[in-house]
């Protein structure tokens, strides 16, 4: 299993607070990516990473911010939470070196409720 | 809109039963792939396909991506509840190093 580390696991907040959700890898992978996980709508993109402090944004980008100051750690940053944001959250890592380096590997989610 | 379509969206199915899960779209993609998901736990990559008319075989997994690169599908041959789980096709498209997935199909294998 790829070494791919998401906390908090859980978390509840009230609207309008901030929230971050951290991600953390031992693999040494260049990409980094955030999706979201609603019933119907499947894996979608937030934000991607494909170095330190080179980001760029996904298909769901508005209302989310990242960070990578560090190879190891994507921080996702919810700057006013809204309950439209209450999802699951993955994160995924990808190895640029290989042919198929599209094949991404995920961490086991955080599951955030926004009252 | 969904650029990836997967169906059927549930299946609900008895042990030893064989079934086919599809996953179409309009876009030609680099590679495709397939991922299956249980409950509390993230996507696990189970294959990628990279050639258009590819099989791969895994156990009594079969994978075809289809000879334009725009569609694939998955079949199981005499499902075990062990197959129970959310299979969800994701595809890449040129150098971009993004993939889209599908919506999922959830499948139920009973004992």
């Known amino acids: 299993d790829a070494g791919i580390t998401q906390s908090p696991r859980h978390k509840v907040t009230e609207t309008g607070t901030p929230v971050t959700l951290r991600c953390h890898q031992t693999?040494?992978?260049?990409?980094m990516y955030w999706y979201r996980q609603d019933p119907g709508h499947g894996l979608r993109l937030i934000h991607y990473s494909y170095g330190v402090k080179d980001t760029d944004k996904g298909e769901v980008s508005d209302g989310y911010s990242v960070s990578r100051s560090k190879t190891e750690d994507f921080l996702l940053t919810l700057e006013s939470a809204t309950s439209s944001q209450t999802s699951v959250y993955f994160c995924?890592?990808?190895?640029?070196?290989?042919?198929?380096?599209?094949?991404?590997?995920f961490g086991p989610g955080t599951r955030l409720t926004v009252t | 809109t969904q650029l990836l379509e997967q169906s059927p969206q549930f299946l609900s199915i008895q042990e030893g039963e064989n079934l086919t899960v599809y996953c179409n779209s309009s876009?030609?993609?680099?590679?495709l792939q397939w991922y299956r998901q249980e409950p509390g736990e993230g996507p696990v990559l189970l294959v990628t396909?990279?050639?258009?008319?590819e099989v791969k075989k895994l156990k009594r997994l079969t994978f075809q991506f289809g000879d334009a690169r725009k569609d694939s599908s998955l079949h199981i041959t005499a499902a075990q509840p062990g197959d129970t789980g959310l299979y969800l096709c994701a595809g890449a498209r040129g150098s971009a190093r993004q993939l889209t997935f599908g919506s999922g199909t959830q499948l139920t294998v009973l004992p």
């Open positions: 995924a890592i990808s190895e640029s070196r290989l042919r198929s380096s599209y094949e991404q590997y």
């Open positions: 693999e040494n992978h260049r990409y």
């Open positions: 396909v990279v050639t258009g008319g």
């Open positions: 876009s030609v993609f680099s590679s």
